[in-house]
């Protein structure tokens, strides 16, 4: 038995398929993307939490709707002992998704390892204002040999939110 779906349903935007109202339009569809990079580089040997500088303010049109936050980030750790590195994400000053990457070195001469890191996370701000959301890096156990930083040399990181209809 074949099955039309042609919209033509008891709601607008919906279709009826053997009694069941089925959606067609607003669930899950993309309603905006924002994007925020960073080239700057940012140096800490502190356990304190500090901005990468990767940053993008988005504004919701529903309290309904979800964010996506995407992000690629680049990390890197200088050290000639141990140390270790930790990165989240933060929805204006609420941490939304902690200990994302955390990079262990225990060496005995200096070493630099860099590297990019995704981050994927789904976010329900239930909001309709102006939203931050940005990536912040510690060195949680970082001694004065060791220290991380964010965007050595030429790279880029990107932060991408997408709205998606709820």
Not at 53 to 77: D, E, H, N, Y
Not at 121 to 126: E, I, M, R
Not at 148 to 162: K, P, W
């Amino acid at each position: 038995m074949a099955v039309t779906i042609d919209g033509a349903g008891p709601l607008a935007g919906a279709t009826t398929l053997n009694g069941l109202t089925i959606p067609t339009t607003g669930f899950g569809k993309v309603l905006q993307v924002v994007t925020g990079t960073t080239t700057t580089q940012v140096t800490s040997t502190s356990s304190t939490f500090v901005d990468t500088g990767l940053t993008a303010t988005i504004t919701p049109s529903s309290a309904a709707s979800k964010v996506l936050v995407l992000v690629s980030q680049q990390v890197c750790m200088d050290s000639n002992d141990t140390g270790i590195m930790t990165v989240k994400i933060v929805r204006n000053s609420t941490d939304i998704q902690t200990n994302l990457y955390s990079a262990f070195l225990s060496l005995a001469t200096i070493v630099r390892y860099t590297a990019y890191n995704s981050y994927i996370f789904l976010d329900s701000p239930n909001s309709t204002t102006a939203t931050i959301y940005k990536t912040q890096f510690a060195m949680p156990t970082a001694n004065s040999s060791t220290y991380g930083f964010v965007q050595r040399g030429s790279g880029t990181s990107v932060i991408t939110l997408i709205e998606v209809a709820a």
